[in-house]
C-alpha cells in the first residue's frame, strides 16, 4: 500500500533533473540486484542447470521432497493448514504426488483473501517476510508474503533460460515493464531513463503516443543492448513503429526478447520478431511466486518443475491435450503455503512430450492474461491498468470501461473499509498512470458481469482493442 511517505518520494523524484533520477534508478537498480542474485540464487541457479535435462523421474522425485516438506510445513506452522492429511508414503514419487495432492482442498483465491493471517507461515520472523500485492487476473487485491530465497529461486527459472541463450546477469538490455520512472506529466523526451549498476535502460510505459514513438525507436538504435524484456503489449507498440517507418533493428543485435506478465499473442510475437530482429521467449509466472513456466524453442510453456507443480482442472480433453484451470503448488515459497491454488488462468497441456527434449510437463499456452490498452485523448496507449488495483484492499473486485476518448469508466465492488479517503487514492492511482487529460467516472457496484467463457476481463476498451 502507498503511503504518504511514498506519495512525497514520488513527488520529489518527479521533480529531480533527469541526471539525479538516472542515479536514484541506478541505485534501485543495485538495490534490486543484490536482493535477487544472492548465494542463494546463483546456487540455485547452478543445480537446476543440472535438473532442467531431467530425466524426468527426478523432477518427479525433486518435487516430492519438496511437496512433502511444504506439507509438514504447513501442518505445523500455518493454522489454516493445521488439519492437512500427511503426505502419501507410495514408493514411486509420481505416484506420490498424485496422492499427496488428491486429498488437499484446492485454495480459492477468495479463501486465500479470507485466510490470508493464518496460512501465512507462523515460524518466520517479521523481519525476513517481504510482503508484495497482486491484482491477479479478476481485480481483487491480494497481500503476498514470501521470502529472499523466494525471490532467488524465481529468478533462477528466469536466468536458467537466460543463461541457455548465452545471456549475462550484466548485460546490457532494455526494459518494457509497469515501473514509472519518468514523471506522467513530462511531455519532453527522455522518456526512459538508465540504470547504469547493471547495464539497464527502463522505457516509459506512460508516454507511448504516435508521436513520442519514434524518439523511443531512436534510442533503441543508440544502444547496445544484448536482450529485451518486457510485456509483450508495450514491446508490440514500439515494434509496429518500427515496421511502419522501417527502422527495424539489425537482425541479430539481440540475442533475445522475453516478455512476460501478460498473454503473448501470436501477432505481437510476430512483429516483435521481425522488429527487434531477434526471437521471443515468453514466460509464465505469478506475483504470489507459486508457478513457473518458461518457454522453449517450440513455443511452448515448460513447467519449472522444481519451483511448482501444476494441475490442470480439465473442462475439454483429445488425445493430445488437455485444458482447463490451473491449479498451483508453490514449492519455493516458505512463507505463503499456495497448495492446489486456483490461480486463475487457464491452460492447455500437452499429454505426450515437447518435440525439443526437454523433459517434464510443457503447455501449448495459458491465457486468461489478455487485456486490452486504454488509449488517452493524446493518443497515448496503456495497458496493464489492473495494476492500480494492486494496492487498493478495499476494492473487491474493479473493471475499467473505455468506449470514447474523453473518459474511462472504473466499475467496481466496494469492499469494507471503502471510504471518501479510499476514494481519493483510487483516483490518484489512475491519474499516475492516466494523467490528466481525460474524464475518470467511478461507478460502485453490487456485481461485475463475466465475458461468455467465464472470464473476467479487468480492462474492456472498445478504443483500444488490440489489432493486427
Ligand atoms: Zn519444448
Known sequence: MRSMSELAERYVFDH??????????????????????????????????????????????????????????????????????????????????RETLAQMPVLEKKVYRDNTENIIARDIPAR?????????????????????????????????????????????????????????????????????????????????SPDNLELYVDQLHEIDAVYANG???????????????????????????????????AFQRDDIEEAFGAKVWDRYGSAEF??????????????????????????????????GQLLVTGLANDATPFIRYRIGDVGTRLKGSCPCGRPGDVFLDVDGRVEDFIVTS???????????????????????????????EVVFIPGAGFDSTTESKLRREIRSRLGDEMGVRLNPVNEIAREPNGKFRAVKSTIGKLSS
Open 16 to 97: 529531480l533533473p533527469v541526471f539525479t533520477q538516472n542515479l536514484f534508478v541506478s541505485m534501485a537498480g543495485q538495490q534490486r540486484f543484490r536482493n535477487r542474485f544472492s548465494d542463494h540464487f546463483h546456487t540455485t541457479l547452478e543445480n537446476w542447470q543440472e535438473t532442467i535435462d531431467g530425466p524426468v523421474d527426478l523432477l518427479h522425485q525433486i518435487q516430492r521432497e519438496r511437496l512433502d516438506r511444504l506439507v509438514l510445513r504447513a501442518r505445523e506452522h500455518s493454522p489454516f493448514y493445521k488439519d492437512l492429511s500427511e503426505p502419501s508414503r507410495a514408493d514411486d514419487a509420481h505416484e506420490a504426488i
Open 378 to 408: 493524446s493518443g497515448r496507449k496503456i495497458g496493464r491498468m489492473d495494476h492500480i488495483f494492486k494496492s487498493m484492499d478495499q476494492v473487491e473486485e474493479a473493471q475499467i470501461l473505455q468506449t470514447t476518448l474523453e473518459e474511462i
Open 128 to 208: 525476513r517476510l517481504r510482503r508484495g500485492m497482486t491484482s491477479g487476473t479478476t481485480g481483487t487485491a491480494l497481500r503476498l508474503f514470501y521470502t529472499r530465497e523466494t525471490e532467488a529461486e524465481e529468478y533462477a527459472t528466469v536466468w536458467r533460460l537466460r543463461e541457455q541463450l548465452g545471456v549475462g546477469l550484466y548485460d546490457p538490455h532494455f526494459t518494457f515493464t509497469g515501473k514509472i520512472i519518468v514523471p506522467v506529466t513530462q511531455t519532453r523526451p527522455p522518456f526512459w531513463r538508465h540504470n547504469s549498476y547493471n547495464n539497464q535502460t527502463l522505457f516509459s510505459l506512460y508516454h507511448m
Open 290 to 323: 507459486a508457478v513457473s513456466m518458461t518457454a522453449c524453442p517450440q513455443q511452448n510453456l515448460h513447467v519449472d518443475m522444481e519451483y511448482c507443480i501444476v494441475e490442470v482442472d480439465v473442462i475439454e480433453e483429445t488425445d493430445q491435450w488437455e485444458r
Open 231 to 265: 510485456y509483450p503489449s508495450a514491446l508490440h507498440l514500439v515494434a509496429r513503429e518500427m515496421l511502419t517507418k522501417g527502422t527495424t533493428l539489425t537482425r541479430g543485435q539481440l540475442k533475445a526478447v522475453f516478455t512476460s506478465s501478460e498473454s503473448l499473442l
